[in-house]
């Protein structure tokens, strides 16, 4: 669904435009909801989206410039949490903060282990960023726990499963002490200052599995 929708960009869209899109293109690939609404950042917004979504139309889509996507699908029984940053039509190497930002979110997902607590998984973003002369944008968490329907986020699923990722022991956040144990969507934002970029994917751990989900391997996060 992302690269369909991502093929379908055109020269002088807004992000209103695109999430209008990406609902277009919903049930063509067989889901039947949201767990989240399509989230959509155009050039300098990217990174900077508040809790409200944008009233008026913002910045337009022009050939060269960084696109952020963020779908949540959802079908009967399960829902998916994927993003991407992608330079529109443009020519020649990715952005530095583009390029980054894939391999902050390699970084993250590649640590992540059933050893390692919530927290290391900002600690190791935000060290990525740092060494890569980029800041992390964050600010708490790069990630949340993808909850199964069950308990009390049964009623009102999948939507009630994301409204509970605002719970603090649902967070990636700095001062999360719990080993990880199940699946979790993984989202590092870095910035230049000007630029920013992030790539979400999600990844399954229990025991000594551990999945990063629709890929063969860590080379392929970051990819459409």
């Known amino acids: ?35 989240h609404a399509p989230e959509v950042e155009i050039g300098q917004e990217i990174g900077r989206r508040g809790p ?15 696109v952020s996507i963020d779908l949540g699908p959802a079908g009967a029984d399960a829902y998916g949490d994927f993003g991407v940053t992608r330079v529109f039509a443009g020519e020649g190497p990715e952005p530095y903060v583009v390029q980054q930002a894939r391999e902050c979110a390699r970084a993250a997902i590649g640590f992540a282990s059933r050893w390692k607590t919530c927290g ?15 800041q992390l944008r964050n600010d708490n968490a790069v990630g949340h726990r993808v909850l199964p329907r069950e308990g009390l986020v049964a009623t009102g699923w999948p939507r009630s499963a994301h409204a ?56 392929e996060v970051g990819t459409v």
């Open 1 to 35: 669904m992302m690269g369909d929708v991502v093929a379908r960009l055109e020269a002088g869209m807004h992000a209103r435009d695109i999430v209008e899109l990406a609902e277009t293109r919903l049930g063509e690939h067989g889901f039947t909801g949201w767990y």
């Open 164 to 219: 509970a990722t605002l719970l603090p022991r649902n967070r990636l956040h700095r001062l999360h002490p719990i080993r990880m144990d199940g699946m979790f969507a993984i989202r590092p934002v870095v910035t230049d200052g000007t630029w920013s970029a992030a790539f979400e994917e999600m990844v399954y751990i229990h025991e000594d599995v551990k999945r990063i989900l629709g890929r063969a391997s860590l080379a």
């Open 120 to 134: 290391e998984i900002f600690i190791v973003s935000q060290s990525w960023a740092v060494n890569a002369r980029l």
């Open 52 to 66: 409200l979504p944008r009233i008026g139309r913002g910045p337009r889509l022009d050939a060269g410039g960084l």
